[in-house]
């Protein structure tokens, strides 16, 4: 049967206290939203219908063509959100799921459950329900004796006897979508907020004698529905440990999990070893046998297998095999390293290819250049890419040497097996096997430093008798 799905992002969330709209604060690194729709289409729905209010250019903006779309211009509850998809929906058939966008941590293994037990028992709605020890402010889920579902219980309106029950309503249903747009017609906003609640669907289909089943999730924490910064911290909590605890299955060592983060989307190979005080966010890849950290910043970049990055901070770069990079270096965007090179420390790269056995190790900024291989740059050296107006590309090819503190003002080429002198300052290309330099020639003043200590002796004695 059809799986379909009504995912609810139209609230405004003012609990969190925020210029960004509720569901698209991250959860280790990914909008809420972002995680409650992928784990909607893991499960197979068809078509995925995101109800949008505030902030509907945004979520629309970060969702793209991942889903459909209907706007709940005005806030009159969740019976009536849902409703806005009937112009979408009504006429299909199939099963319906219905989950808020602000429940970032319900897994596809749970969806996946929910629908089953639908299936099996053939029900016009079910619901997924949790068990909470302290369930205050939880709708109540009131089963009958033969366990379906009878009535879902608001807080407000509990009676001692259904306030003492522990099973809460998650906000989470499967319904026949048919069943759904009936039951919708039938709601009304006769209650103290004047809204219309989508759990009095569940109240006419069991007046109706259609089953109602409830499935209870096996992890309560999935059912934590993110309304202010404190549910958001616990939510990245839960998140962090699931990511962490996956990829050590999968055979990724972590050596101290509490203080590495590793967003939603990130992908490590096996064997690699991350250390702590390591962030790797966004769509960073990792290849297997890699080493990384400790303390490494790594943000949608490529490491291939065999490398090592320890103590850096790499944002859009990419890193070749066996190739080393650290401790202290900064690799920003457009930054592209072949295999065996080495990055050493306090070096930056910027829209710039290292190709395979080049080396910078240390103190030396490269920007707007293309490095062949086998090349050597020494300590301090230097691209001079920038004029105040326009960036300038500089040509380094392969096996020539590059001496500390050179300053290549682009555009310059520096040929095959080319030698530049250490201090030069290259403002011309350097041809193939030539030897570059670039200096004043060094004149030595005869007794001058003693001048020099002797006056300024005599400047500190009339500044202390003055």
């Not at 499967?174 to 039951?183: Q, R, V």
């Not at 990829?247 to 590495?260: E, F, K, Q, R, Y």
């Not at 950290?293 to 949608?300: H, S």
């Not at 490269?366 to 050296?381: E, L, Q, S």
Request: proline share 3%.
């Amino acid at each position: 049967m059809k799986r379909l799905a009504i995912v609810l992002a139209a609230g405004q969330g003012k609990r969190m206290k925020s210029k960004l709209y509720k569901v698209l604060h991250p959860v280790c690194g990914k909008p809420m939203v972002g995680h409650v729709l992928n784990a909607v289409q893991e499960v197979g729905c068809e078509r995925s219908i995101v109800v949008v209010g505030h902030g509907a250019e945004a979520v629309k903006s970060y969702l793209g063509s991942s889903a459909e779309y209907v706007l709940q211009e005005q806030q009159l509850g969740t019976g009536h959100a849902v409703k806005q998809a009937g112009s979408l929906l009504a006429g299909e058939e199939g099963v319906t799921l219905v989950i808020c966008g602000d429940t970032p941590l319900v897994t596809a293994e749970t969806l996946e459950a929910l629908f089953d037990l639908h299936h099996r028992k053939g029900a016009a709605a079910t619901v997924l329900t949790a068990k909470m020890e302290q369930p205050y402010g939880y709708g109540r889920v009131i089963r009958g004796a033969n366990g379906t579902v009878e009535r879902i219980v608001e807080q407000k309106d509990c009676s001692p006897e259904e306030a003492a029950v522990q099973e809460i309503n998650t906000g989470t249903y499967c319904f026949d979508n048919a069943k759904l747009f009936a039951a919708l017609e039938k709601v009304t906003n006769n209650n103290v907020q004047q809204e219309y609640y989508l759990t009095d669907v569940i109240g006419i289909l069991v007046q109706a004698n259609e089953v109602v089943e409830g499935y209870v999730v096996a992890d309560v924490r999935e059912s934590i529905g993110v309304n202010d910064r404190v549910a958001l911290s616990e939510a990245e909590a839960v998140m962090r440990e699931r990511i962490v605890r996956s990829h050590m299955l999968n055979g990724v060592t972590v050596i101290d999990p509490a203080s590495t983060y590793i967003g939603a989307d990130v992908t490590i190979g096996a064997d690699t070893v991350v250390y702590p005080g390591t962030v790797l966010s966004g769509k960073t890849v990792i290849g297997e046998d890699c080493v990384i950290g400790p303390a490494a910043e790594i943000e949608d970049s490529e490491i291939q297998d065999g490398a090592k990055v320890k103590q850096s901070v790499l944002s859009r770069a990419e890193v070749g095999r066996e190739t080393t990079v650290g401790p202290f270096a900064y690799l920003r965007p457009g930054a592209k390293l072949g295999a065996h090179v080495k990055v050493g420390d306090f070096v930056e790269i910027k829209n710039a290819t290292l190709d395979d056995g080049s080396k910078v190790s240390h103190l030396s900024y490269i920007g707007d250049a293309k490095v062949g291989k086998n090349v050597n740059i020494g300590c301090g050296a230097i691209t001079v890419n920038y004029d105040g107006y326009n960036k300038s590309i500089t040509e380094i090819e392969d096996d020539a040497f590059v001496g500390s503190n050179v300053n290549l003002i682009a555009p310059v080429k520096v040929g095959k097996g080319a030698y530049v002198v250490a201090g030069s300052t290259i403002t011309h290309s350097v041809p193939e096997n030539d030897l570059a330099i670039a200096r004043p020639r060094q004149e030595n003043k005869t007794g001058y430093a003693e001048k020099i200590r002797a006056r300024a002796k005599a400047k500190k004695q009339r500044q202390q008798e003055s």
